[in-house]
C-alpha cells in the first residue's frame, strides 16, 4: 500500500531530474538514495527536514534539497517536511526557539509583538538574534533526533506488522491445502 501511495504522489526521479533548471546540478542527482525510499533514507529526511524547518531563514526548502543531497536522503520527503513551519506556526515556533536560547545565554526575555514583516524583523532582529538563533539549533537539533528516532520506529513498526500479516497469510494457505 505504501509503494502504491509514494508511486501514485511521488513525482517520477527523471521528471525531476530533465528539468532545465534542475538538469545544472546533473550528476549530484542522480544517485538513488536522493529518489528511493527505505529506511535509511526516509528517516534521514525526516531529520533533514525538521532541521531545517526551524532555522530562522529564508529559503528552508532549498537548504533541505542541499542537505538531503550532501547526506544522500531522499529529496522528495525532505523538502515538504520543512511545511511544518509555514506562516501559522512560524511565530509560537520562533517565540519558543527565542526563549530556549535566552534561558541558555541566561538573558532576560523582553516582551514583543511578532509581525510577519521585514519592518518588524529589521527593528527587533538587534534584541533577539542570538537567543533566536541558539535556540533555533538546539531546539532544531532536538528535534530532528527525536524525528530521525520515531521514523525509525515507525518503519520497523511497519516492516514488523507486514511480516506478521505475511505470516497469517503463509498459516492460512498452509491449512487450506493440507
Not at 502504491?4 to 545544472?24: A, D
Not at 520543512?82 to 538573558?107: D, E, Q
Request: hydrophobic letters at 50%.
Amino acid at each position: 500500500m505504501a509503494r502504491k501511495l509514494i508511486k501514485k504522489y511521488l513525482p517520477h526521479p527523471g521528471t525531476i531530474t530533465e528539468n532545465r533548471w534542475i538538469k545544472v546540478l546533473g550528476p549530484h542527482l542522480q544517485d538513488p538514495g536522493l529518489w528511493h525510499v527505505n529506511r535509511r533514507s526516509f528517516s534521514g529526511a525526516m531529520a533533514v527536514g525538521v532541521f531545517c524547518a526551524f532555522m530562522p531563514i529564508p529559503f528552508q526548502m532549498l537548504l533541505a534539497a542541499i542537505a538531503a543531497v550532501i547526506f544522500r536522503v531522499n529529496i522528495l520527503i525532505a523538502v515538504p517536511v520543512v511545511w511544518i513551519s509555514n506562516p501559522i506556526t512560524i511565530p509560537p515556533m520562533f517565540y519558543f526557539c527565542y526563549n530556549v536560547g535566552a534561558w541558555f545565554l541566561g538573558t532576560e526575555t523582553h516582551d514583543f509583538l511578532f509581525e510577519l514583516s521585514f519592518d518588524w524583523l529589521l527593528s527587533e532582529i538587534l534584541y533577539i538574534w542570538q537567543p533566536l538563533l541558539l535556540g533555533s539549533l538546539i531546539v532544531a537539533t532536538i528535534s530532528s533526533i527525536s524525528a530521525l528516532i520515531v521514523a525509525q520506529l515507525f518503519w520497523r513498526y511497519h516492516i514488523w506488522t507486514r511480516i506478521k500479516i505475511r505470516r497469517r497469510r503463509g498459516r492460512k494457505s498452509k491449512t487450506r491445502s493440507a
